[in-house]
T-cell receptor
Framework: AQKITQTQPGMFVQEKEAVTLDCTYD???????LFWYKQPSSGEMIFLIY??????QNATEGRYSLNFQKARKSANLVISASQLGDSAMYFC??????????????FGRGTSLIVHP | DADVTQTPRNRITKTGKRIMLECSQT?????MYWYRQDPGLGLQLIYY???????NKGEISDGYSVSRQAQAKFSLSLESAIPNQTALYFC????????????FGEGSRLTVL
């Protein structure tokens, strides 16, 4: 079974609008971390944001925020005020276990976001 | 210079050839990983290493081998390449003390004809 599910293969958004990219996860470990990465057409992987399972508040980094709903096991990425440069593939990932543990990150299949002018 | 460097960045080879992809890092991290990316499949883990003497198979290790020559170097080998191994390969590192953020190399695009 997939541990990370991204149900939107592709998304379109108008420039300056907000967009939500969905991510659900599956784990029985009480301690885990959730990540989002961006992959522009140039291919590199860029870390965007991190949410720990024990964090009380949703993570934010500039225009990126993570809508963390623990009971629903969802960790959606919200991009506010979309820019043309936001057009890219976006990957959700999860690390189970605490820092220092032996668990390794697993990735979803990604969502392709296209921002229209 | 990049903290995680992969060589070569692009390689075209023929079926049956042996290929080595190299990864070196200057971040001082103990953990290193090799991932493979295929369109629509995300990143799949091939091998990972938590220190020089620790090598572990990932979910798609068949057809691949690795070598951790030093803390900073982790190489991926395809002993006899096949067209099915055409993909984008990423090396990544992480520090066990951090929340587990991965630091990626720029990727190595391999084409097997």
């Amino acid at each position: 079974a997939q541990k990370i599910t991204q149900t939107q293969p592709g998304m379109f958004v108008q420039e300056k609008e907000a967009v939500t990219l969905d991510c659900t996860y599956d784990t029985s470990d009480p301690s885990y971390g959730l990540f989002w990465y961006k992959q522009p057409s140039s291919g590199e992987m860029i870390f965007l944001i991190y949410q720990g399972s024990y964090d009380q508040q949703n993570a934010t980094e500039g225009r990126y925020s993570l809508n963390f709903q623990k009971a629903r096991k969802s960790a959606n990425l919200v991009i506010s005020a979309s820019q043309l440069g936001d057009s890219a593939m976006y990957f959700c990932a999860m690390r189970e276990g605490q820092s220092g543990g032996s668990y390794i990150p697993t990735f979803g299949r990604g969502t392709s976001l296209i921002v229209h002018p | 210079d990049a903290d995680v460097t992969q060589t070569p960045r692009n390689r075209i080879t023929k079926t049956g050839k042996r290929i080595m992809l190299e990864c070196s890092q200057t971040k001082g991290h103990d953990r290193m990983y090799w991932y493979r990316q295929d369109p629509g499949l995300g990143l799949q883990l091939i091998y990972y290493s938590f220190d020089v003497k620790d090598i572990n198979k990932g979910e798609i290790s068949d057809g691949y081998s690795v070598s951790r020559q030093a803390q900073a170097k982790f190489s991926l080998s395809l002993e006899s390449a096949i067209p099915n191994q055409t993909a984008l390969y990423f090396c990544a590192t992480s520090d066990f003390r951090d929340p587990g953020e991965l630091f990626f190399g720029e990727g190595s695009r391999l084409t097997v004809l």
